[in-house]
């Protein structure tokens, strides 16, 4: 005789309703600022379409350019801190570009666009090399992060991260993730332990610490085994209240 066995579903179902949350697309309206319009094209490489005016400007990353109407001038424009960004290895210049015109950038590499407006005096903290591109309204300045998993996970060393700040009237702020992209609100107090090449930005409300997370269960030759190999695990953690987003890490490319 065969028995079936009914099983609530609400009772055995995990409760996945407080975990990072995947964009499943890139977002697919139109975005402005003064008279700047953008909007993000294809979607496994993704391209931001950029139609700039005579007033609003933008400035971006080296290398992103992937095509722009002649009349749009293209100019370069220097960082504040030059010198600790030179020593860290962090570039201390970039590039910025002038309407009227089209103008279209793409990191020709799979992934996910971040299109971020930031109000006057919102501040938001970017890995670096993730930044795309910024209106001209957005400061952009950078600070020193301690910790020594960011050592091993950054070409610079990790302990300078990017950080923008909404000015005036505000602006946009586009940010490219590789692979997809995750993203979680903290409530306060709220902690979330991360991979240290996993993230990818957060609002500057939330704070960031490194910690040590292994637990051995090996008994005392999982102990002797950590000691000896020198094996653990270094993490980022990430404490509420604001927003923060991830990335999938595997795939470093700068």
């Known amino acids: 005789m065969i028995y079936k066995t009914t099983i609530?579903?609400?009772?055995?179902?995990?409760?996945?309703?407080n975990e990072p949350i995947p964009e499943l697309k890139n977002p697919k309206e139109i975005f402005h600022s003064g008279d700047l319009t953008l909007r993000i094209e294809g979607e496994v490489v993704p391209v931001v379409d950029v139609?700039?005016?005579?007033?609003q400007s933008i400035y971006f990353e080296h290398h992103?350019?992937?095509?722009?109407?002649?009349?749009?001038?293209?100019?370069?424009?220097?960082?504040?801190?030059?010198?600790?960004?030179?020593?860290?290895?962090?570039?201390?210049?970039?590039s910025e570009a002038h309407g009227p015109g089209n103008i279209a950038f793409s990191r020709e590499a799979p992934g996910q666009i971040v299109v971020l407006q930031l109000e006057r005096g919102q501040t938001v903290d970017v890995r670096e090399h993730q930044f795309l591109l910024a209106t001209s309204n957005i400061e952009y300045s950078f600070f020193f992060q301690r910790g020594l998993a960011n050592l091993f996970f950054s070409r610079s060393g990790g302990l300078f991260i990017d950080r923008f700040i909404g000015q005036q009237q505000g602006g946009l702020l586009l940010i490219h993730g590789y692979g997809n992209v995750f993203e979680k609100y903290l409530a306060p107090g709220e902690v979330l332990d991360v991979e240290p090449g996993a993230w990818l930005w957060k609002d500057s409300s939330v704070k960031m610490e490194t910690v040590t997370a292994l637990q051995s269960s090996g008994g005392i030759l999982g102990a002797i085994g950590v000691m000896l190999g020198g094996i653990s695990f270094t993490l980022n953690r990430f404490i509420g209240p604001g927003r923060m987003a991830l990335r999938k890490a595997e795939t470093l490319v700068v």
Request: net charge positive.
């Open 51 to 55: 139609h700039l005016g005579q007033q």
């Open 8 to 17: 609530d579903p609400l009772k055995t179902m995990p409760d996945f309703s």
């Open 64 to 94: 992103i350019l992937l095509w722009k109407h002649p009349n749009v001038r293209l100019g370069v424009k220097g960082l504040k801190g030059a010198a600790k960004r030179f020593f860290a290895g962090l570039q201390i210049f970039i």
